[in-house]
Nanobody, 113 residues
């Protein structure tokens, strides 16, 4: 069973930056991967995705502020988040583009002054 482990979240002021990481127990980068987030009381939403060939796309709400990337040597998925806003507050998860793996615990991102 593949395990996904997200890390890198924390408390940051508006305008700040964070870099999230997603490690896996298997080679996840052969698939199209994505970062998702779920805010309290809201459904999980896809934030950014990257194909196995490296093409990326983003939700309109984060376009120009977030960058998804991957490192095949370490089998790690990243999400660089800049100019963070309070509405980015959520638990962030990684998974394949269609969520085929069991969901990890996620990493909490809180944007607040």
């Amino acid at each position: 069973q593949v395990q996904l482990v997200e890390s890198g979240g924390g408390l940051v002021q508006p305008g700040g930056s964070l870099r999230l990481s997603c490690a896996a127990s298997a080679n996840i980068l052969i698939y199209n991967m994505a970062w998702y987030r779920q805010a309290p009381g809201k459904q999980r939403e896809l934030v950014a995705r990257i194909t196995h060939r490296g093409s990326t796309n983003y939700a309109d709400s984060v376009k120009g502020r977030f960058t998804i990337s991957s490192d095949r040597t370490s089998n790690t998925l990243f999400l660089q988040m800049s100019n963070l806003k309070p509405e980015d507050t959520a638990v962030y998860y990684c998974n394949t583009n269609n969520g085929i793996y069991p969901w990890g615990q996620g990493t909490q991102v809180t944007v607040s002054s």
